[in-house]
């Protein structure tokens, strides 16, 4: 696994240049305008730039056109300006994005606003003086589809700043998605289409209601006089987004391919002391012989120590990598328990900090169905539903391959030799045994935090206390099992059971009255079923369900608190393909713009029973998906 890692031709120590990150002031506590929020660049102050532009200034100074699609080596980013939009128009923006980012309401009516989100203003540059904090692009390569794909980059998204808002203490990166072309393009053109980008604005924050960890989106921008080839002529959009980190995997592969063994070590100190909390704020050494302790692990350990037996020496690295591995596990187990399938799980699309990113087929399941992709050019099922923990903790198997050096050196790994030359050959195989040791290991911590995460998850959306152990067959793979065998709908069953009273589940006829609620308005579906039989297996379903209820709600099922608690974790309201469908040609064929807010409302407030808005639509939008607009499948084109 890790050999290929120390065959690579070490290269020397570089000196890297730094520049000064560049803060403004705070803002007040009401929030404050997008240009006066306190930003700072210290991604690009902190890791090195594309050796072609050496500073801000000379990509500043570069005719935009200049800047064309080119292997970068030895840099992390290249500093790139958005190119010109022409007439902008602002189409949405999300509520509760500009809260989180401490934006001021109101702010996105101002010109300014609709610039700076349109990549027209540079907010903390002084382009007279040179001086400032400048965009960037990030370089980074891939495993897509399972083979490697070279440098890939952020080939139309170009970051703007980081801003931490003052009330929350977190720090985002603000990020422009369709903003043009950047050393990474390859053979694109830098831009994204308003297709694409209606859905990445509203799924973005519909994860987020949902609270499921994601990147954000700010605002979505139509480019009237872009016009895009892809399968068709379509027109152009901008998606202002934001993230705790937009470093993904992938950041790790290119470095390891081209043996950036000096990045490597460099990249992960910056996560640690500048993407999370800084080297004592990672989980210590899992207690139990196998990494697979389900308990809530103490952090504090302090940078250099080395934790754990001969063979097994966990430094801060190995800390490092667990902390990535840990975050997610518990993504891709919100992802199952609310049945999320991002569609294109490759390396550059796993996130460091473990976030939902870069949505492109993605879908909710409608009918559950395990096997189901919404990428219809996922021939071989890589990326369906079912496949996306085992491809996580691949694509988390190629992060600790790029680690595997500094993982493996265990208690070594600040001796000045091996920070300089790396590992002597005669050292060679230990390194090795000790690294795939310890990913071994992390694999073992991978699986326990997933099903713990799931477990809790499932439990909450059942209305239940407290997870039994034979919940899991019981209640949920039966559960899953009966929903594929009946075609059912994934979460609406959870909402709709979220209505039920337990007094009317006494009996076996009661419960096979109530199990029609959860069929489709054509009737039963699947193959092989009829009536009675579908009824028949949801009431067993239900009998096992209800005794669990009386187990933990007490003698009469506490109806109405059960009820409350799990509608705050059962959706009534999920962006679904087919209303993502509905919305795109409203916006972009009718020229609608109401249905975009008030759709993005509905997925801001998932748990509502009302939005306020025309009650049949609401319903519509919430109830059974038209029989021939389910399980849709997209392209990767965007």
Same mark, same amino acid.
């Given at each position: 696994m890790l050999s290929r890692l120390l065959s690579r031709p070490l290269i020397p120590r570089m000196r890297l240049a730094q520049m000064a990150a560049h803060v403004s002031n705070g803002s007040p506590p009401g929030g404050t305008s997008l240009a006066d929020l306190p930003k700072s660049w210290t991604f690009t102050s902190s890791l090195p730039p594309d050796s072609k532009f050496p500073t801000p200034d000379a990509s500043h100074k570069t005719p935009r056109g200049d800047i064309e699609p080119r292997q970068v080596k030895g840099a992390l980013f290249t500093w790139v300006r958005p190119e010109e939009a022409k007439e902008p128009e602002l189409l949405g923006v999300s509520p509760a994005a500009m809260r989180d980012l401490g934006i001021k309401e109101g702010d996105e009516k101002t010109e300014e606003?609709? @610039?700076?989100?349109?990549?027209? @203003?540079?907010?903390?540059?002084?382009?007279?003086k040179g001086e400032g904090g400048y965009p960037w692009a990030q370089c980074y390569g891939g495993w897509q589809f399972g083979s490697?794909?070279?440098?890939?980059?952020?080939?139309?998204?170009?970051?703007?700043?980081?801003?931490?808002?003052?009330? +929350?203490?977190?720090? =985002?990166?603000?990020?422009?998605?369709?903003?043009? /072309?950047?050393?990474?393009?390859?053979?694109?053109?830098?831009?994204?289409?308003?297709?694409?980008?209606i859905r990445e604005y509203i799924v973005s924050e519909a994860l987020n209601a949902?609270?499921?960890? +994601? +990147?954000?989106?700010?605002?979505?921008?139509?480019?009237?006089?872009?016009?895009?080839r892809r399968e068709t002529i379509e027109p152009g959009a901008i998606v202002a987004r934001f993230a705790e980190s937009w470093l993904r995997i992938g950041t790790f592969d290119i470095l390891r391919a081209r043996g950036d063994r000096d990045l490597i070590r460099q990249l992960s100190t910056y996560i640690a002391e500048n993407v999370f909390?800084?080297?004592?704020?990672?989980?210590? %050494?899992?207690?139990?012989?196998?990494?697979?302790?389900?308990?809530?692990?103490?952090?504090?350990?302090?940078?250099?120590?080395?934790?754990?037996?001969?063979?097994?020496?966990?430094?801060?690295?190995?800390?490092?990598?667990?902390? /990535?591995?840990?975050?997610?596990?518990?993504?891709?187990?919100?992802?199952?328990?609310?049945?999320?399938?991002?569609?294109?799980?490759?390396?550059?699309?796993?996130?460091?900090?473990?976030?939902?990113?870069? &949505?492109?087929?993605?879908? &909710?399941?409608?009918?559950?169905?395990?096997?189901?992709?919404?990428?219809?050019?996922?021939?071989?099922?890589?990326?369906?539903?079912?496949? @996306?923990?085992?491809?996580?903790?691949?694509?988390?198997?190629?992060?600790?391959?790029?680690?595997?050096?500094?993982?493996?050196?265990?208690?070594?790994?600040?001796?000045?030799?091996?920070?300089?030359?790396?590992?002597?050959q005669e050292n060679a195989d230990d390194l090795v045994s000790r690294a795939e040791a310890l990913i071994t290991r992390t694999g073992e911590e991978f699986k326990t935090v997933f099903l713990e995460e799931y477990k809790r998850l499932?439990?909450?959306?059942?209305?239940?206390?407290?997870?039994?152990?034979?919940?899991?067959?019981?209640?949920?793979?039966?559960?899953?099992?009966?929903?594929?065998?009946?075609?059912?709908?994934?979460?609406?069953?959870?909402?709709?059971?979220?209505?039920?009273? /337990?007094?009317?589940?006494?009996?076996?006829? @009661? %419960?096979?009255?109530?199990?029609?609620?959860?069929?489709?308005?054509?009737?039963?579906?699947?193959?092989?079923?009829?009536?009675?039989?579908?009824?028949? %297996?949801?009431?067993?379903?239900?009998?096992?369900?209800? +005794?669990?209820? =009386?187990?933990?709600?007490?003698?009469?099922?506490?109806?109405?608190?059960?009820?409350?608690?799990?509608?705050k974790v059962n959706p009534k309201f999920i962006p679904k393909s087919w209303i993502l469908d509905e919305v795109i040609k409203r916006v972009e064929k009718g020229g609608e713009r109401e /249905?975009?807010?008030?759709?993005?409302?509905?997925a801001l407030h998932p748990f509502e029973e009302r939005w306020g808005w025309d009650e049949k639509e609401e319903e519509r939008f919430c109830g059974d998906v038209p029989k021939f607009d389910r399980a849709m499948q997209c392209s990767c084109s965007s």
């Open positions: 606003f609709k @610039q700076a989100v349109a990549g027209n @203003q540079l907010l903390g540059w002084d382009a007279e490697w794909a070279g440098q890939l980059g952020d080939g139309r998204a170009i970051s703007l700043f980081e801003t931490t808002n003052p009330s +929350t203490k977190k720090r =985002y990166e603000l990020q422009l998605k369709g903003a043009g /072309i950047t050393p990474y393009s390859r053979f694109a053109d830098g831009k994204a289409v308003l297709r694409s980008s949902l609270r499921i960890p +994601t +990147t954000r989106a700010l605002s979505l921008t139509l480019l009237p006089h872009s016009k895009v909390d800084g080297w004592e704020s990672l989980p210590a %050494r899992n207690p139990s012989d196998d990494g697979s302790d389900a308990s809530t692990l103490p952090t504090g350990i302090a940078r250099d120590t080395i934790e754990g037996p001969a063979g097994l020496e966990e430094n801060r690295f190995t800390r490092l990598y667990r902390e /990535i591995v840990r975050r997610n596990a518990k993504t891709v187990a919100a992802w199952q328990a609310y049945a999320f399938t991002n569609g294109v799980l490759n390396t550059d699309n796993t996130s460091i900090f473990g976030l939902s990113v870069d &949505f492109g087929p993605f879908a &909710f399941l409608d009918n559950f169905d395990p096997n189901y992709t919404p990428n219809h050019d996922d021939h071989m099922l890589r990326y369906s539903y079912r496949s @996306q923990p085992t491809i996580i903790w691949w694509n988390l198997v190629r992060l600790g391959e790029s680690l595997g050096e500094l993982i493996g050196i265990g208690g070594g790994v600040d001796a000045e030799e091996f920070v300089e030359k790396g590992v002597r499932m439990t909450a959306r059942l209305g239940l206390k407290v997870h039994k152990q034979s919940d899991f067959d019981d209640l949920f793979s039966e559960l899953l099992d009966t929903m594929e065998a009946l075609e059912l709908d994934f979460n609406q069953f959870f909402r709709k059971l979220s209505n039920f009273n /337990i007094v009317d589940l006494e009996t076996e006829q @009661q %419960r096979k009255e109530k199990a029609s609620v959860f069929f489709h308005h054509e009737g039963v579906t699947g193959l092989g079923n009829t009536d009675e039989s579908a009824r028949k %297996r949801i009431a067993e379903w239900l009998e096992k369900w209800s +005794t669990r209820v =009386y187990e933990d709600w007490g003698l009469t099922g506490d109806d109405v608190a059960r009820q409350v608690e799990m509608k /249905i975009l807010d008030r759709v993005m409302h509905m």
